[in-house]
């Protein structure tokens, strides 16, 4: 990991005039630079146009669709612990679970976010292709409509606009809080008046042929992310039920797990932690998510800077996600990499 100190080898230090770094107005912008990133408005604050939100089609059907995905893991998660008080964890399934979860939680992080979403990085179209795959393992959603959620969610956070905030519209005290909370955890999927625009937000995605066709296929890659644990299952433990005990761990409770871990990233890390950086909104660092969810609970650093591909911006934060990108430059599979030197750090840095 690096040092706010010094540069990494074999990440180059980034020119704030060609970095497209630090929040959005897409209202006052055009798509093309909405799809980039753009320094902030001084102007004031203004909602969303209507071009930026996403007409929901079939909503009905969508939000049962969501619920369906939503509930059914967590009551497969009840299975397998019934499954551990009967007949005990099977190291077979633990090791499932790890093989499922760390690519495609990575999928999510180094591709979905930091590759597409915020161009931390640049690479081949097999390997976006790839990232882009993994991360649809994760039933968050195609590939395009996440990419214009959260680049909508810069563009307002914490204000009218913002798809997920826990801030926005909520009541105040506690009841307020809870409220602002599970709005941002899993409510905000049930809701579309603030989903972003696809044509509006991710415009570069639509016009990428390899993306777009990970897009279309959100299905299909679903399936597989289910499909090859029971395959890892039956290879491993020579029978069908083996399969789906592995389908079970490496899928159920996997999508079930890696969905908390990134919902808390819109909550938590919008409610508790530390502020390190001046950005003007509410997001935090919480460290004993950083783990869990490879880097991207550093989150407010990430609000600071959000082209960067280090989340972790010293030592003592633990960030895999840039660490697998800095490993992917070593070896020429990614190339351009986003970082931020020691003075932009310190010229945002919250005096303590």
């Known amino acids: 990991m690096h040092s706010a100190a010094g540069p990494v080898a074999g990440l180059r230090e980034v020119d704030p005039d060609e970095a497209a770094a630090d929040g959005c107005t897409p209202s006052e912008e055009s798509p093309e630079t909405a799809s980039d990133g753009c320094e902030p408005s001084t102007e004031p604050v203004k909602g969303p146009m209507p071009e930026e939100i996403q007409v929901p089609v079939q909503e009905t059907l969508n939000r049962a669709i969501t619920a369906l995905i939503t509930a059914v893991p ?35 992080t180094v591709g979905f976010h930091r590759l597409l979403t915020h161009r931390s990085f640049k690479t081949s179209p097999a390997m976006r292709g790839l990232l882009g795959v993994l991360g649809t393992m994760s039933v968050e959603g195609p590939v395009i409509s996440w990419v214009a959620d959260h680049r909508k969610h810069h563009a307002y956070t914490d204000r009218l606009g913002d798809p997920h905030s826990p801030h926005v519209d909520h009541g105040v005290g506690v009841r307020g809080a809870l409220r602002g909370l599970a709005h941002a955890h899993v409510g905000w999927l049930f809701d579309h008046q603030q989903r972003g625009a696809r044509e509006r937000f991710a415009p570069d995605l639509l016009a990428d042929p390899v993306i777009d066709f990970v897009d279309r296929t959100f299905v299909l890659w679903s399936l597989v992310g289910l499909a090859m644990p029971f395959g890892l299952g039956v290879l491993i433990g020579g029978t069908v039920a083996a399969g789906l005990e592995g389908m079970l761990w490496g899928g159920a409770v996997r999508v079930f797990v890696l969905h908390h871990v990134t919902y808390s990233i819109n909550s938590l890390c919008h409610f508790f932690g530390r502020q390190r950086f001046d950005t003007g909104d509410h997001s935090r660092n919480l460290r004993w998510l950083a783990p869990l969810s490879f880097g991207e609970a550093w989150h407010n650093n990430h609000h600071a800077f959000p082209t960067s591909a280090w989340h972790g911006m010293d030592r003592s934060e633990l960030d895999v996600s840039g660490m697998l990108i800095a490993g992917m430059e070593r070896l020429g599979l990614v190339w351009d990499v986003q970082r931020i030197g020691a003075e932009r750090q310190a010229a945002k840095a919250i005096s303590d």
């Open 74 to 108: 967590p009551l497969l998660l009840g299975l397998g612990a019934w499954q551990m008080w009967n007949h005990g964890l099977q190291w077979r399934d633990v090791l499932i679970f790890l093989v499922m979860y760390i690519p495609v939680g990575l999928g999510v």
